[in-house]
């Protein structure tokens, strides 16, 4: 199987096509360098990588290899994307862009560093923290705005 054109496996590995197995330092349409996949879920991939054009690592966020195939799941990213961009919130992950290349759509957004709130969450239940009325109240006051 060869790359993509725009895909540039720096490494001399060849890329899985889906998008399931970027590898740290491949370059991508000649701008994102993957840095390391940051999570995975139902709908989507998400890695770390540096923007050349920023000079910033960035998150980009990739519909899901195995929902590529799934118009409706495609025409729901696509709809994120659109919502996700007009977005503007202190609570909310800041989208720069969207890309599309080779029939696929992918967000730009800003990387945030830390824990996410499932992690916090478990973390809290697994060392049986007690958390006060008011960090909570912020916590919650933050999600819903």
């Not at 970027?22 to 540096?50: P, Q, W």
């Amino acid at each position: 199987m060869h790359p993509r054109p725009g895909i540039n496996p720096s490494h001399g590995d060849h890329l899985n096509m889906a998008l399931g197995e970027l590898k740290t330092g491949d370059v991508l349409n000649h701008r994102f360098t993957i840095r390391k996949c940051i999570g995975v879920g139902g709908m989507s991939i998400v890695y770390e990588a540096f923007d050349r054009f920023r000079n910033e690592n960035v998150a980009l966020k990739f519909i899901s290899p195995a929902l590529l195939q799934d118009p409706k799941a495609v025409k729901n990213f696509i709809q994120e994307v659109r919502v996700a961009s007009r977005l503007a919130h202190p609570g909310i992950v800041k989208v720069f862009d969207v890309h599309h290349y080779q029939g696929i759509y992918f967000l730009e957004m800003e990387l945030l560093e830390g824990s996410t709130l499932r992690e916090w969450m478990k973390e809290s239940r697994e060392s049986q923290e007690t958390h006060s009325m008011e960090s909570v109240h912020a916590l919650i006051k933050a999600i819903c705005q």
